[in-house]
């Protein structure tokens, strides 16, 4: 049996936002996000998965904001994926007309 066939890696389990996604996270949120990640990190590390300190970790361990500093960049690695905040903004629009 291959054991590599059911590794996880940590873009497995990453979330990253942009700083527009960012501003839509609630204070309850961030600090959730905040715990889950760093918890998600340690337990990858726990059971010897080695690699670079992703940059989101280094961030959330200074306290800092984890938001990615080139939407670009999401893009490029995630081309499936679609940006959450204007899936936000739509919903907001929506709620705001009269019906």
């Known amino acids: 049996m291959d054991v590599r ?8 389990v990453t979330v990253e936002f ?5 501003q839509y996270v609630d204070p309850a949120q961030r600090t ?7 918890e998600n990190y340690s337990h990858l590390i726990s059971v010897g998965y080695c690699f670079p300190t992703p940059e989101v970790i ?11 500093l ?23 629009e929506k709620q705001e007309k009269p019906l």
């Open 58 to 68: 280094v961030k959330l361990e200074q306290d800092e904001e984890p938001w990615s």
């Open 5 to 12: 066939q059911g590794s996880v890696s940590f873009e497995d």
């Open 70 to 92: 080139e939407e670009e960049s999401l893009n490029q690695r995630y081309p499936g994926c679609y940006r959450v905040d204007v899936h936000i903004e739509g919903n907001q």
């Open 18 to 22: 942009t700083q527009d996604e960012w």
């Open 32 to 38: 959730l996000y905040r715990d889950v990640m760093l």
